[in-house]
């Protein structure tokens, strides 16, 4: 059995670069390995909880292996859905297979440059995923899980802050949307872990990745740790999860 983490490139990213998903000290196994079991992740940059629905319901290894073998699931997802957008996701994401490569180059360059510029300019109003969206994407995933795996207990997030200098260091959006996950959770009786606090005590140490939004090693353990003791007091009578 394994403890099943759908998210973003927070559970994958430390403060230098992108690692390897076995990477001990990324929280998921940090976790994992508290609860005695492994972790599964299922994980992209950029990933909000449109993306989770998809992964959950698009990829047959996650709802034919992972989801079946989960004695918990982790929504890890969220963070992403509140950060300023200057550009709709499709154009955003587009840039990837635009042609020649003169052209990619140029178009990334310049969505770099006006991101920041724009995300200050809004003050942070235009989402990356609409709050109702990630709402409702999130309650198709719950749903989705509690049908096809009955009983197994479903976590989920509050959204991390972030100083990402992309993002012109907005964070408007945080608090709003915090507020809304944890209202999400209670509708949905979804327990909702709190990275929030976790992370805004990290953030201002400077031992993150410069781009202010990936995490530092003691911010992965401390998050492991905080999710580990989550998902445990959701099996009742369990002091870990059978390997």
């Known amino acids: ?3 099943l ?25 940090v976790a994992a390995a508290a609860l005695g079991t492994t972790a599964d992740l299922v994980a992209r940059r950029g990933w ?23 004695e918990a699931v982790l929504l890890a997802v969220g ?20 042609r020649p490569p003169a052209l990619r180059s140029a178009a990334r360059t310049a969505y770099r440059a006006a991101q920041p510029v724009g995300a200050r300019l809004t003050g942070g109003r235009w989402r990356t995923l609409p709050q109702r969206l990630t709402d409702h994407y999130l309650s198709r995933c719950v749903l989705g899980v509690r049908y096809y795996h009955p009983g197994v207990p479903v976590l989920g997030v509050l959204p991390p802050p972030h100083a990402a200098p992309l993002y012109g260091a907005v964070t408007a959006g945080h608090a709003p949307a915090v507020a809304a996950a944890r209202a999400w959770g209670a509708r949905e009786g979804v327990p909702m872990v709190d990275l929030s606090s976790v992370v805004g005590r990290h953030l201002p140490l400077g031992t993150g990745s410069p781009d202010g939004i990936h995490w530092g090693w003691d911010c992965h353990a401390e998050v492991g740790r905080v ?15 059978d390997p």
């Open 48 to 70: 909000t909880a449109r993306d989770a629905w998809w992964a959950l319901t698009k990829d047959p290894h996650v709802y034919s292996v992972l989801l079946p073998r989960a």
């Open 5 to 29: 983490i759908v998210a973003d490139s927070l559970a994958f990213h430390g403060p230098e670069r992108g690692e390897l998903s076995t990477h001990p000290g990324l929280f998921g196994n």
């Open 79 to 98: 963070g992403m859905d509140y950060l300023p957008a200057v550009l709709p996701t499709y154009l955003r994401e587009g840039i990837a297979y635009l």
């Open 227 to 241: 999710v580990a003791a989550a998902v445990r007091a959701h099996l009742p009578g369990r002091a870990t999860i």
């Open 1 to 3: 059995m394994s403890l």
